[in-house]
C-alpha cells in the first residue's frame, strides 16, 4: 500500500504488514544524484583492482547474511524459502562476476594508417535503476553489479511492495567500504520517483524491468533525452512438446516451468504446445503433477508455490481464467493472496489467456499438427523472451530455435537465466541484453582516440 509519505510493505501469504517505509519525492532524487555524481567521480579515478575487491567484499557480506535477506525475500515478497535462498545467493554471483570484470573491461587497438588509434571504455556516470518485485533481489543486481564494475554510480529503485531486501543491500554495501552515495536505493512509487529518475539530467541509463506499457512510456521518456536505455519486459513464453521427445519427461518437467515463483515470471512457459499426437498422453501425465503440487507457506522447506504478491494481481489473475475445462490443483484459504495451480484446456489460441501475459499460476496446453504449425502458433503473440523446445531430433532443434522469435531458448530443459549468459528479449519484450560476458560493456562509452606518429621535424 501506498500514501504520499509511506509505503506499506505487506506479507503476501497473510496480509500482515511488514514495514513501514519512507516514499521518496522529487526532491530527495534530485539530492541522491548530486551525491551519486559525487561518489561516481572518486570511483571512477579508483584503481580498478581496488573497486573489484570492493565488489568482492560487498558479495562476501551478502554471503554472510543469505538466510537474512531470504527470509526477508519470504515476508515481503511471498517466495518459497528455497528460492528466496537462491536469490541472495545470485546477487552474490553477480557481484563476484562482475569484480571480475573489472580488470579486464578493457578497449581495443585499431590498425590505422599513420598512428595509434585505440579505443577507451568510460562510465557512463550516475545509472538509474528501476526493479520489478516478481525477483526483487537477483533483478536489482543484473544492473546494479556491472555498473558499479564499470565505473558508474547506481540509484536503484525497488517495486513498492518489495523495498527491504533493497534497503539491506545498500547497508551491506557501506558495510563492505563502498563509498558513501556509491550505491543508493530509493524507494517510492513508480510515478513519483521512478519518473523523477527517468527524467532527471544527471542520470545516463536507466535499467527498467517491468510490464511492456510501463517500459514503453520510460523510452518515450528517455528518446526525447536521449538517454540510454535497456528494458527487460512481458514475456508470453511457449514450451513446444514434439512427438519425437520424450514426452513423460516433458510432462513432469512442465508445472513448474510455470508455476515456479507462482507464475510471477517473464519466463514463465505459460503457452504449451503439444504435438497432437502425443496430446492426450501429454495431459494425462500432466494432471496428476499439476493436481499434486504443494501450495502454501512459504516459509515451509516443502512447499513448491507459495501465494502471488497483492491482492490487485490476484484479482487480475482471476480475470483471465474462464470457466470451462482445465487441470486445477489447491490452494490455502483465508488471508493471503492465493490461486490454485491452472492449466487450461481447449482454449481458443487467440483468446486473451493465451496470447497474453497473465502473471500467475496459469497456462494453456493446445495442440498442434506439425513443426510449421508449432512455430506459426510460437510466434503468434507479441512478446518474444524465453521458451523451450522438447524433442531427440537434434536438426529439429536447430531448425525451430532459429525459427522460434525468442532471445533465450533450452532444448529438453527450462532454463532461461545465467549470470554468466546474455538474457534480453525480442520483439514487445524488450531491448539491450543484461548479463553475461558482455554486460559490464553495456554501462560505458566508447571513446575513440588517434595518436599520430608521423614525423614533425622539419
Given at each position: 500500500?501506498?500514501?504520499?509519505?509511506?509505503?506499506?510493505?505487506?506479507?503476501?501469504?497473510?496480509?500482515?504488514?511488514?514495514?513501514?517505509?519512507?516514499?521518496?519525492?522529487?526532491?530527495?532524487?534530485?539530492?541522491?544524484?548530486?551525491?551519486?555524481?559525487?561518489?561516481?567521480?572518486?570511483?571512477?579515478?579508483?584503481?580498478?583492482?581496488?573497486?573489484?575487491?570492493?565488489?568482492?567484499?560487498?558479495?562476501?557480506?551478502?554471503?554472510?547474511?543469505?538466510?537474512?535477506?531470504?527470509?526477508?525475500?519470504?515476508?515481503?515478497?511471498?517466495?518459497?524459502?528455497?528460492?528466496?535462498?537462491?536469490?541472495?545467493?545470485?546477487?552474490?554471483?553477480?557481484?563476484?562476476?562482475?569484480?571480475?570484470?573489472?580488470?579486464?573491461?578493457?578497449?581495443?587497438?585499431?590498425?590505422?594508417?599513420?598512428?595509434?588509434?585505440?579505443?577507451?571504455?568510460?562510465?557512463?556516470?550516475?545509472?538509474?535503476?528501476?526493479?520489478?518485485?516478481?525477483?526483487?533481489?537477483?533483478?536489482?543486481?543484473?544492473?546494479?553489479?556491472?555498473?558499479?564494475?564499470?565505473?558508474?554510480?547506481?540509484?536503484?529503485?525497488p517495486a513498492e511492495t518489495t523495498p527491504l531486501t533493497a534497503l539491506r543491500l545498500a547497508e551491506l554495501a557501506l558495510e563492505a567500504g563502498l563509498p558513501e552515495g556509491?550505491?543508493?536505493?530509493?524507494?517510492?512509487?513508480?510515478?513519483?520517483?521512478?519518473?523523477?529518475?527517468?527524467?532527471?539530467?544527471?542520470?545516463a541509463k536507466i535499467v527498467f524491468t517491468g510490464s511492456t506499457r510501463v517500459g514503453k512510456q520510460i523510452m518515450t521518456k528517455c528518446a526525447d533525452r536521449v538517454k540510454?536505455?535497456?528494458?527487460?519486459?512481458?514475456?508470453?513464453?511457449?514450451?513446444?512438446?514434439?512427438?519425437?521427445?520424450?514426452?513423460?519427461?516433458?510432462?513432469?518437467?512442465?508445472?513448474?516451468?510455470?508455476?515456479?515463483?507462482?507464475?510471477?515470471?517473464?519466463?514463465?512457459?505459460?503457452?504449451?504446445?503439444?504435438?497432437?499426437?502425443?496430446?492426450?498422453?501429454?495431459?494425462?501425465?500432466?494432471?496428476?503433477?499439476?493436481?499434486?503440487?504443494?501450495?502454501?507457506?512459504?516459509?515451509?522447506?516443502?512447499?513448491?508455490?507459495?501465494?502471488?504478491?497483492?491482492?490487485?494481481?490476484?484479482?487480475?489473475?482471476?480475470?483471465?481464467?474462464?470457466?470451462?475445462?482445465?487441470?486445477?490443483?489447491?490452494?490455502?484459504?483465508?488471508?493471503?493472496?492465493?490461486?490454485?495451480?491452472?492449466?487450461?484446456?481447449?482454449?481458443?489460441?487467440?483468446?486473451?489467456?493465451?496470447?497474453?501475459?497473465?502473471?500467475?499460476?496459469?497456462?494453456?496446453?493446445?495442440?498442434?499438427?506439425?513443426?510449421?504449425?508449432?512455430?506459426?502458433?510460437?510466434?503468434?503473440?507479441?512478446?518474444?523472451?524465453?521458451?523451450?523446445?522438447?524433442?531427440?531430433?537434434?536438426?529439429?532443434?536447430?531448425?525451430v530455435s532459429g525459427a522460434v522469435q525468442a532471445g533465450n531458448l533450452s532444448v529438453n530443459s527450462h532454463s532461461s537465466v545465467r549470470y554468466w549468459t546474455p538474457f534480453?528479449?525480442?520483439?514487445?519484450?524488450?531491448?539491450?541484453?543484461?548479463?553475461?560476458?558482455?554486460?559490464?560493456?553495456?554501462?560505458?562509452?566508447?571513446?575513440?582516440?588517434?595518436?599520430?606518429?608521423?614525423?614533425?621535424?622539419?
Amino acid at each position: 500500500m501506498l500514501d504520499a509519505q509511506n509505503l506499506e510493505v505487506l506479507n503476501p501469504a497473510t496480509e500482515e504488514v511488514v514495514a513501514t517505509v519512507p516514499a521518496a519525492s522529487p526532491q530527495d532524487v534530485d539530492a541522491a544524484v548530486v551525491r551519486a555524481t559525487r561518489a561516481q567521480a572518486k570511483w571512477a579515478a579508483t584503481a580498478p583492482a581496488d573497486r573489484a575487491r570492493l565488489l568482492r567484499r560487498f558479495a562476501v557480506a551478502v554471503d554472510e547474511h543469505l538466510e537474512e535477506l531470504a527470509q526477508l525475500e519470504v515476508r515481503e515478497a511471498g517466495h518459497v524459502i528455497g528460492n528466496a535462498r537462491w536469490e541472495a545467493g545470485n546477487v552474490r554471483d553477480l557481484l563476484d562476476f562482475a569484480a571480475g570484470g573489472v580488470e579486464r573491461l578493457s578497449g581495443r587497438q585499431i590498425p590505422v594508417l599513420g598512428g595509434l588509434n585505440v579505443t577507451i571504455l568510460e562510465p557512463l556516470g550516475v545509472v538509474g535503476v528501476i526493479a520489478p518485485w516478481n525477483f526483487p533481489m537477483p533483478i536489482a543486481a543484473w544492473g546494479t553489479a556491472p555498473a558499479l564494475a564499470a565505473g558508474n554510480a547506481v540509484i536503484l529503485k525497488p517495486a513498492e511492495t518489495t523495498p527491504l531486501t533493497a534497503l539491506r543491500l545498500a547497508e551491506l554495501a557501506l558495510e563492505a567500504g563502498l563509498p558513501e552515495g556509491l550505491f543508493q536505493v530509493l524507494p517510492g512509487a513508480g510515478d513519483v520517483a521512478g519518473n523523477a529518475l527517468v527524467e532527471h539530467p544527471g542520470v545516463a541509463k536507466i535499467v527498467f524491468t517491468g510490464s511492456t506499457r510501463v517500459g514503453k512510456q520510460i523510452m518515450t521518456k528517455c528518446a526525447d533525452r536521449v538517454k540510454r536505455l535497456t528494458l527487460e519486459l512481458g514475456g508470453k513464453s511457449p514450451n513446444i512438446v514434439f512427438a519425437d521427445a520424450d514426452v513423460e519427461a516433458a510432462a513432469l518437467a512442465t508445472p513448474m516451468s510455470y508455476l515456479d515463483n507462482s507464475g510471477q515470471d517473464c519466463c514463465a512457459r505459460t503457452r504449451i504446445l503439444v504435438q497432437r499426437s502425443v496430446y492426450e498422453r501429454f495431459l494425462e501425465i500432466v494432471r496428476p503433477a499439476v493436481e499434486s503440487v504443494v501450495v502454501g507457506d512459504p516459509s515451509d522447506e516443502k512447499t513448491q508455490m507459495g501465494p502471488l504478491i497483492s491482492r490487485s494481481q490476484l484479482e487480475r489473475v482471476r480475470s483471465y481464467v474462464p470457466s470451462g475445462t482445465g487441470i486445477h490443483g489447491t490452494a490455502p484459504e483465508g488471508p493471503g493472496f492465493w490461486f490454485p495451480p491452472t492449466l487450461l484446456t481447449d482454449v481458443d489460441a487467440a483468446s486473451p489467456v493465451a496470447t497474453e501475459e497473465v502473471f500467475g499460476p496459469v497456462a494453456v496446453v493446445l495442440p498442434f499438427d506439425d513443426e510449421a504449425d508449432a512455430i506459426r502458433l510460437a510466434n503468434a503473440t507479441e512478446y518474444g523472451l524465453s521458451g523451450s523446445i522438447w524433442t531427440r531430433d537434434v536438426g529439429r532443434a536447430l531448425r525451430v530455435s532459429g525459427a522460434v522469435q525468442a532471445g533465450n531458448l533450452s532444448v529438453n530443459s527450462h532454463s532461461s537465466v545465467r549470470y554468466w549468459t546474455p538474457f534480453g528479449g525480442y520483439k514487445q519484450s524488450g531491448l539491450g541484453r543484461e548479463l553475461g560476458p558482455d554486460a559490464l560493456a553495456a554501462f560505458t562509452e566508447t571513446k575513440n582516440v588517434f595518436i599520430s606518429t608521423e614525423s614533425t621535424e622539419a
